[in-house]
């Protein structure tokens, strides 16, 4: 075994091996998200990157097996592993988008959350504010004001703002739009995220939603798009935030 996968002193080896796999998975997956192994071209062989990473060729192909599973490389009998194209990443799984880091942007990613909820959220809303339950109101007013009363947290705002549009679509009581939900759900919660952080005036955002759950509650469907629309203005205006604080970082 390599020197990097023996056991620590008082540490279980098989508590070790994954964060071991782990590690490299994080490693060769950044380095292909920085383009440092580019689309197209192989990856090194197993012999290589088991002397790259240090460790042993089951870490190795035990970590581009996963990532394989997400797109991001594909094996060959006889071939080898080669880096797939952008365009076949799984850039809904929260894995990738952390891998991707601070080459997001190169993609336009957020840009392309906020098309798709400009497309989905004010019809979830217009249905919702004819659909809700009782319970999905209540669940909805509950998140505004766990906004409301951490505005100042970036965390906790992000987690209660998630949770605020995962009932709403849920509440629209269509079945594609919750399915959508689930399939982008970390790819809004990242772009949420990356919002929440980059302005630090979240005021606005917590009275719409608060609006919001008003106009469900009145059955108002007019008011409850406007007020989606409205949101999702707010979106813009953070994402132009998120990407001047990109550009600015060193």
């Not at 080669?82 to 076949?88: G, S």
């Not at 190169?106 to 659909?131: K, N, Q, V």
Request: charged content about 30%; some cysteine.
């Amino acid at each position: 075994m390599d020197s990097s996968e023996q056991q620590d002193e008082g540490e279980n080896p098989r508590e070790r091996r994954p964060r071991v796999r782990r590690n490299v998975t994080v490693s060769i997956a950044r380095a292909i998200c920085s383009h440092r192994y580019p689309a197209g071209l192989p990856l090194p062989r197993e012999n290589d990157l088991c002397e790259i990473y240090g460790v042993s060729r089951t870490v190795i192909r035990e970590s581009l097996k996963i990532l394989e599973s997400k797109g991001l490389v594909r094996g060959k009998p006889r071939i080898g592993t080669t880096v797939c194209d952008k365009d076949d990443w799984n850039i809904l799984d929260a894995d990738v988008l952390e891998w991707m880091g601070p080459h997001i942007e190169d993609s336009d990613l957020l840009g392309c959350i906020l098309e798709a909820r400009r497309t989905i959220e004010p019809a979830a809303a217009e249905y919702a504010a004819a659909r809700a339950t009782a319970q999905e109101i209540a669940d909805l007013d509950r998140a505004w004001r766990q906004m409301r009363d951490c505005a100042n947290d970036p965390e906790s705002f992000t987690d209660a703002d998630i949770m605020f549009h995962s009932v709403l679509l849920a509440a629209s009581h269509n079945q594609v739009f919750r399915r959508l939900s689930s399939a982008i759900h970390a790819a809004v919660k990242y772009a949420l995220h990356a919002s929440n952080v980059a302005v630090k005036n979240r005021q606005d955002a917590v009275a719409v939603h608060g609006e919001l759950v008003e106009a469900l509650r009145m059955r108002d469907r007019k008011r409850a798009r406007e007020c989606a629309n409205r949101m999702l203005d707010l979106a813009v205006r953070d994402l132009a935030a998120v990407k001047k604080a990109t550009s600015s970082a060193p």
